[in-house]
């Protein structure tokens, strides 16, 4: 059974364009489970193309009104419950053959800066909150989209982001650390009571981009119980920073390998991005995944530590997380 830790298919459903990675019907041949749906708010069309080649360094997008962002979360959310899966609020829900879905915000633009709405977004079943994504809010600032470039680059949370976090906390809502800057990191850190997760990540020390996570910040994740959801764009995975679908899948084994050795095999997953990034053609989507655990199995990884990578880890996290 896999847990996936990021995908996108709910925006590519709401702007009216075919899946290219997450065909459900492909799901259960694939033992693929579900795992994170996110609702993303785009900005400007093309604002965030990412060069082909590295070196690359591009500007944060500009912060996205309140009220826009709002609107366009609830039509997302119109479009999350029309895929009809199960939606999940406990680890239980998951279970093999079905695929189950997490409610999961990737950016916080929709949520008032007072709070007022968290509520009834915990109600419509919200369990998973990334705090920004290549963009300041209202509560933090994301990095931008540099390499190489060091996720150090701007201010912590705001008051209004401490706040969020401690909100997500009493509601047992997951709080995403993917795409926010060091500074802010270290700000949820320091605050949390729940492990510390970054869904769609990699290890800094592989591919020097700022969306990927410092030794120091992977040790935090670990000493905590928390997890590494390792990201499939090949722009985060590759030494070079190439954003080129010529790449081996032997990448990802790569970033997993480090970080179980770093911090531990209870420490690390899969965060495809599937449907919001460009992966390699060996993985193509989520048809992909026995491809990979293949290839976890001939690095050397028994059958109990694909198990935790694949779902274990994710499900342990969501019992220590989700009331």
């Given amino acids: 059974m896999i847990i996936d830790g990021h995908n996108d298919l709910v925006l590519r459903t709401w702007r009216e364009q075919e899946t290219k990675h997450v065909d459900l019907a492909s799901a259960e041949a694939a033992d693929f489970a579900g795992g994170f749906f996110a609702l993303w708010v785009p900005g400007a069309p093309g604002a965030m193309d990412e060069p082909v080649l590295a070196p690359y360094n591009l500007p944060l997008e500009p912060r ?11 039509e997302q959310l119109a479009v999350f419950r029309s895929l009809g899966l199960p939606l999940a609020t406990s680890p239980a829900d998951f279970v093999p053959g079905r695929v189950t879905a997490i409610l999961h915000m990737e950016g916080a633009e929709a949520l008032d800066s007072m709070l007022t709405d968290l509520v009834g977004w915990y109600r419509d079943g ?6 920004v994504w290549g963009r300041p809010n209202a509560f933090a600032e994301g990095v931008p989209f540099r390499f190489p470039g060091s996720p150090d680059t701007g201010p912590g949370l705001t008051t209004a ?7 997500c906390n009493d509601l047992g809502i997951l709080v995403d650390l993917s795409h926010l800057n060091e500074r802010g990191f270290w700000d949820v850190a320091g605050i949390t009571t729940a492990p510390l997760v970054a869904t769609h990540s990699n290890a800094h020390a592989l591919c020097a981009s700022t969306r990927n996570l410092t030794d120091r910040q992977l040790d935090a994740i670990g000493e905590s119980g928390g997890v590494v959801g390792i990201n499939f764009a090949v722009g985060f995975l590759r030494e070079d920073g190439n954003n080129v679908v010529d790449t081996p899948l032997g990448e990802i084994v790569r970033h997993i390998s480090y970080i179980a050795k770093r911090i531990g095999v209870e420490h690390v997953a899969f965060g495809s991005d599937f449907d919001g990034a460009l992966v390699s053609d060996e993985v193509g989507g989520i048809q992909g995944f026995p491809a990979i655990v293949a290839a976890l199995a001939e690095a050397g990884f028994d059958e109990g530590d694909i198990a935790k990578i694949t779902h274990g880890n994710w499900l342990r996290v969501f019992g220590a997380t989700w009331r």
């Fill in 64 to 74: 996205l009104p309140h009220a826009h962002a709002a609107v366009v979360a609830q």
């Fill in 126 to 131: 919200l369990r998973s909150l990334g705090l």
């Fill in 161 to 167: 982001g401490l706040r969020l976090v401690e909100a």
